[in-house]
């Protein structure tokens, strides 16, 4: 049988990799690097490792090669966020919770129980969120190229920022949906009424979610679709 590969795994700090086809410039203070080389380029390729002792500076041309931090543990169990990543990582969803909370305007009125617990306490934030301009816009791109794209924030806080712009963006949908129906009058108000109270309730639902999860320091993982989308596009940038 012919060996057409090899896996290793150094337990050293990886230094900067010099830009080799494949490679790209990257300096992590990692302690875990799993590579795997394959014998079909005989190329080689020149790898700079710094650790305490000397290790050979030359291995076979990497064809992929996974980064793996592993996370702080006690006792062989990982530990929770801080109440302050807690909190930092709630925050964003405070985006998708104003555009969402317009969609009760229907249950508000039928039941004003609601709006005393939900509307109210949100008034003077959506008021200044309403009121600035281009402040949704500010807010999207400051979270994402601050914070999802920083390599140096917390995982959890990343995650839970790019569920929230997604479910944000998702929210697009309806509203575009609305105002062109709105607009012409073809669909009757009992099928806009009954289209605004469902997006009313995914939203509340995705929120009290999103909080206990938080609240007990577990990742928010478990929303149809978004999830697996938001761990995708992290993936993606690193």
């Known amino acids: 049988m012919m060996v057409y ?6 337990t050293s700090h990886v230094g900067q990799y010099r830009k080799h086809s494949s490679w790209s410039n ?4 990692l302690k875990y690097c799993l590579c795997y080389s394959s014998f079909k380029n005989p190329s080689w390729t020149s790898i700079q490792v710094s650790s305490s002792s000397s290790i ?6 990497p064809v992929t090669c996974a980064y793996y931090r592993r996370p702080p ?16 990582a709630f925050l964003p969803y405070l985006m998708p919770l104003l555009d969402g909370v317009v969609y009760g305007r229907f249950l508000f009125a039928k039941y004003p129980v609601i709006s005393a617990f939900i509307f109210y306490p949100l008034q003077p934030l959506l008021i200044i969120y309403r009121g600035i301009p281009f402040l ?18 917390d995982n959890f806080i990343r995650f839970n920022t790019m ?3 997604l479910i944000d963006l998702i929210l697009i949908i309806p509203q575009m949906f ?30 009290t979610y999103v909080v206990l999860c938080i609240t007990r320091g577990n990742k928010p993982d478990q ?16």
Do not use: D
């Not at 169990?77 to 930092?88: A, Q, W």
């Not at 949704?136 to 924030?153: G, P």
């Not at 929303?223 to 690193?238: D, M, N, R």
């Open 73 to 88: 543990r006690r006792n062989g169990v990982p530990l929770k966020p801080s109440p302050k990543n807690r909190l930092l």
């Open 56 to 61: 050979g500076t030359t291995q076979r041309q």
């Open 178 to 207: 609305l105002h062109a129906t709105s607009a012409s009058g073809a669909i009757p108000s009992s099928v806009v009424e009954g289209l605004c109270n469902l997006v009313f309730y995914a939203i509340m639902v995705i929120t």
């Open 223 to 238: 929303v149809p679709w978004i999830s697996e989308a938001s761990q995708a596009q992290l993936k993606q940038f690193f």
């Open 136 to 153: 949704a816009f500010i807010l999207f791109a400051m979270l994402f190229y601050f914070i999802v794209r920083n390599e140096k924030v």
């Open 5 to 10: 590969g090899m896996a290793f795994v150094c």
């Open 163 to 165: 569920q929230a712009i």
């Open 26 to 29: 990257i300096f992590y203070p």
